[in-house]
């Protein structure tokens, strides 16, 4: 059974640290066990100096807080060809955040969606990595120039771990513009209509397990052409 903590940030802003809020740290250490095998598997699959960064920082940020690994590794252009073993041989996996789409791409090249499929462990999913845990990806635009490019693909298949679509940094994104248009109010809650968008802010989390489906901290619906919050910062809501 694959266990999901799918967040918009795990980290303290500015800091190296875990966000301890709305339970996150506990529900992390829950779910491990001593000596674990850990991968990192990035969203920039050829910049190999920042994901040896990412795979440093990250294990460091991991054991300040009581995990023991007896191995973690990063996952990048360098050893797609090993993705299977590699996978396989983990007990948690860290979906980096970055660029949905560009991430997306190099998970479909490595088959990552078939792989899973044989994968029995915890993914801890990062911003981009969260987003394309969903069946179908609702992948916003964000880099200048793809909210007025017709050609820009704003759905397309995830790695089908969840149904939950996720917006992640919306304390970052909730009054920002992308090419002269508002993120929510001219772009993300206008896709709404037909789907079901979870937008957090950093230190919310969604956590999946068996049939448990739950969001903890704050949490706002985008349905439909409309936005409620549906969750407190402190409160869990199951959906």
Request: charged fraction near 25%.
């Amino acid at each position: 059974m694959i266990t999901l903590l799918l967040t918009s940030s795990p980290c303290i802003e500015g800091t190296p640290e875990i966000n301890h809020k709305n339970g996150f740290k506990r529900l992390l250490l829950l779910n491990s066990h001593k000596r674990m095998s850990c991968t990192y598997i990035t969203a920039t699959p050829d910049d190999y100096h920042e994901n040896d960064g990412h795979v440093s920082a990250f294990r460091d940020m991991l054991e300040r807080i009581g995990f023991t690994f007896r191995q973690f590794r990063g996952l990048d252009r360098r050893n797609i060809l090993r993705a299977r073993d590699i996978v396989l041989d983990s007990d948690m996996l860290i979906l980096g955040g970055g660029h949905v789409p560009t991430q997306n791409r190099f998970f479909m090249e490595m088959g990552l969606t078939d792989i899973l499929k044989d994968f029995n462990g915890m993914i801890v999913g990062i911003s981009a990595g969260s987003m394309n845990s969903a069946t179908e990806v609702y992948s916003v635009p964000e880099e200048p120039g793809e909210a007025l490019d017709i050609s820009y693909k704003r759905f397309f298949p995830g790695l089908g771990l969840t149904d939950v679509q996720i917006k992640p940094h919306m304390n970052k994104c909730r009054h920002a513009t992308l090419d002269g248009l508002r993120i929510y109010e001219d772009i993300s809650i206008p896709d709404s209509v037909g789907h079901r968008f979870f937008a957090l802010p950093d230190g919310s989390f969604y956590f999946q397990q068996g049939s448990i489906g739950e969001f903890h901290g704050e949490t706002w619906l985008l349905s439909d052409g409309q936005m409620k919050k549906i969750c407190e910062d402190g409160d869990v809501v199951s959906i």
